[in-house]
């Protein structure tokens, strides 16, 4: 039964930064991809990033620049380096497994 994890998020300024983890069990993590999404209040949950299993990564538009999305095999592990933060980037962050795994989510608030 595959888990994910996810923790790191909180309260934080505009203009700072956080990192975001997920620590996946139950599946030979370094053969799946994975992905960060977020949803805010009141909107879809969307992408924001994707990381494949050997290592391709993929940003939205909107978070280029300021997120960083990686992983490491060792730890079954994957992270979002979120830097620049900004008020709409509050939502709660989920991580998912390909095809369809997803942990709980972590709250991500920006504000002053």
């Known amino acids: 039964q595959v888990q994910l994890v996810e923790s790191g998020g909180g309260l934080v300024q505009p203009g700072g930064s956080l990192r975001l983890s997920c620590v996946a069990s139950?599946?030979?993590?370094?053969?799946?991809?994975m992905g960060w999404y977020r949803q805010a209040p009141g909107k879809q949950r969307e992408l924001v990033a994707t990381i494949s299993s050997g290592g391709y990564t993929n940003h939205v538009d909107s978070v280029k620049g300021r997120f960083t999305i990686s992983r490491d095999n060792a730890k079954n592990t994957v992270y979002l380096q979120m830097n620049s933060l900004k008020p709409e980037d509050t939502a709660v962050y989920y991580c998912k497994q390909f095809p369809d795994y997803w942990g709980r989510g972590t709250q991500v608030t920006v504000s002053s």
């Open positions: 139950g599946s030979i993590f370094r053969y799946n991809a």
